[in-house]
């Protein structure tokens, strides 16, 4: 078990420029989230994959945001125009949920170490 | 909706002494209940869950919870602080009811660092 991996570790960029970040899950997660943590702030909520279906977006989400998991594996997170606003760690978790036995909702989110973006 | 509040942004304690980190939720039921621990340029750790089993959690590093419904809390403790505790602590919250559109994501609070005094 390697953990959650997120690539790349920073980013910086100009405002108005594409980005793409990219999240392994831990082998045989089938559940994948993305997170946004801006400085002295908890983790806010993006969006979630079940396998490849994406199953929730937040309102955080806008237009220029766009998030992926074609095959059910990885996953990608695009940020199309990018704003100084946009500035923050983006987190990546994943878990397993099964159908039985584990009570729906109290799987464990295993987080990985984040993308730093900077937007200048 | 829920949400979760956490008192105390800063907390500062000696080494040795009590840990008690304060979490308040919002919900209409019971929900997950979750304590991350973050250190510098890392993700998040889970320290202990919640899941309306037992209402006194133990977790990793000889950290607990309990779950008071009446209180509406979930406040976290360690008998005595290590230097290695220093860091942020953030809870959680996620929906327990079945159906909705709200069942994955987690609801954090803003987080308290700990500071630990030699």
């Known amino acids: 078990d390697t953990g959650v991996s997120q690539d790349p570790r920073h980013k910086i960029t100009k405002r108005g420029q594409n980005v793409t970040f990219r999240c392994d899950p831990i082998?045989?997660?089938?559940?994948l989230y993305w997170y946004r943590q801006t400085l002295g702030q908890g983790p806010e909520f993006l969006t979630y994959?079940?396998?490849?279906?994406?199953?929730?977006k937040s309102r955080l989400l806008s237009d220029r945001f766009s998030a992926e998991r074609p095959k059910g594996s990885f996953s990608t997170l695009e940020i199309q125009r990018t704003e100084q606003g946009d500035s923050a760690m983006y987190l990546c978790?994943?878990?397993?949920?099964?159908?039985?036995?584990?009570?729906?909702?109290?799987?464990?989110?295993?987080f990985g170490p984040g993308t730093r973006l900077t937007v200048l | 909706a829920q949400s979760v509040t956490q008192l105390g942004s800063h907390v500062s304690v000696s080494e040795g002494a009590l840990v008690l980190l304060r979490c308040n939720y919002s919900?209409?039921?019971?929900?997950?209940l979750f304590w991350y621990v973050q250190y510098p340029n890392q993700g998040l750790q889970l320290l202990l869950k919640?899941?309306?089993?037992?209402?006194l959690v133990k977790g990793i590093n000889g950290f607990e919870a309990e779950f008071k419904k009446s209180e509406t809390s979930f406040h976290l403790t360690k008998p005595s602080a290590h230097m290695s505790d220093a860091a942020e602590y953030f809870c959680?919250?996620?929906?327990?009811?079945?159906?909705?559109?709200?069942?994955?994501?987690?609801?954090f609070g803003q987080g308290t660092i700990l500071t630990v005094h030699p």
């Open positions: 919900s209409s039921v019971p929900p997950y």
């Open positions: 959680a919250v996620r929906r327990s009811l079945p159906g909705g559109t709200s069942y994955g994501k987690l609801t």
């Open positions: 082998s045989e997660h089938n559940r």
């Open positions: 919640y899941t309306s089993a037992a209402t």
């Open positions: 978790a994943s878990s397993y949920r099964t159908r039985q036995g584990e009570k729906r909702g109290a799987d464990t989110q295993y």
């Open positions: 994959f079940q396998n490849e279906a994406q199953l929730e």
